[in-house]
């Protein structure tokens, strides 16, 4: 994607320094994400910092992620700018529209590392546990044969939520996990099966259910509010 390397550049440039000094950041499972060639990546979705957070550990990888983003995002016209710039992949939600299930194929196919919030918005579970998952990743994974890298975040529900900036206290930790990668292919020929998708998005929503509440369990008291 050279085409997006200015874009690429400026995001890294602008936002990395003031993100990356203001958290106290940890990654985890940094092992499991492959140096080169095709990611599939399966997020859980607890604030509005998420994006930012799951990005982050990616650049720490040495990858650059292309997220599955809603159209909504793109009433702003500098965030328009930089996700076209980018190369993010517009999703029109309800529309089922398959233009966005294509590109990520295509991304795909081009070595390139594919985000997807399964919940498709910010989970209402008042725990923060992943909801149940859209069937997009499933899809994605079968039309692909790709197997799906499970990424957790915990620590940013408490920084930006749906009502805006709720606590920007200096140092807050924000813990970011990759899991092992999930291998789909005992579904192989189950795969014109319409229950499928529905199968392997819930084993990908609870694998993710498993590293935050793994995440939460060890994550410092002091800050859990």
Known sequence: MRRAEPWYRFAEWSLRPPVALWFNWRFEGLEHIPPEGPVLVACNHISYLDPLAHAYMLLKA????????????YDSWLVRHVLQGTGQIKVER????MAPVEEAKRALREGEVVMVYPEATITRNPDYTPMEGKTGIARLTLATDMPVLP???????????????????FGRPIWVKAGAPLDFSQFEGEKGDPATPRKITD????????????????YPKRWSE
């Open 62 to 73: 040495g990858r650059r992620p292309r997220f599955l983003a809603k159209s909504e995002l």
């Open 203 to 218: 084993m990908v929503i609870d694998e993710l259910t498993r590293l935050v509440t793994e995440l939460r369990a060890r």
């Open 151 to 169: 990424m957790a975040v915990w620590g940013s529900q408490h920084v930006w939520q749906r009502q805006g900036a709720r606590s920007l206290k």
């Open 94 to 97: 309800g529309s089922g529209s």
